[in-house]
């Protein structure tokens, strides 16, 4: 799973997903692309499920971006704990996606296959995504 390999802060406030994505809302790498329609915190297993969906459909043909990285510390307390006690211990790491947000590019493929294995990865997603073309 992806995570940082270490971070100048162990914890995090959980913020606001105000806005739309400005940055990484084109296309920079492949021809196809899957775009992020809503806003969610997106888990490093999430991202890996739907690389792991990808690849599988490709049959490792295509090259695969990730344009998203975990970098968002999500901590929980046990369930037994009680009323104070400080922040809880971190359970995983997410992603702070934004509407606009380019999720996942691929190439290599022919479109049919791109946009299926796109299909089949917006579907381990929490939000409604679309797929885009490059324009060339």
Do not use: C, N
């Amino acid at each position: 799973m992806l995570q940082p390999r270490k971070t100048k802060y162990r914890k995090q406030f959980r913020g606001r997903m105000k806005g739309k994505s400005v940055a990484g809302s084109r296309l920079d790498f492949g021809q196809f692309g899957l775009k992020a329609l809503g806003r969610a915190w997106l888990s490093a297993a999430q991202i890996e499920a739907a690389r792991r969906a990808i690849t599988h459909y490709t049959k490792r043909k295509a090259k695969v971006w990730i344009r998203v990285f975990p970098d968002k510390p999500i901590t929980k307390k046990s369930p037994g704990a009680p009323m104070g006690g400080g922040k809880g211990d971190i359970s995983h790491w997410a992603a702070v996606v934004r509407p606009g947000r380019v999720l996942f590019e691929i190439s290599g493929v022919p479109e049919e296959i791109a946009r299926e294995a796109l299909r089949r990865a917006s579907s381990k997603l929490p939000f409604a995504t679309k797929i885009i073309v490059a324009e060339d």
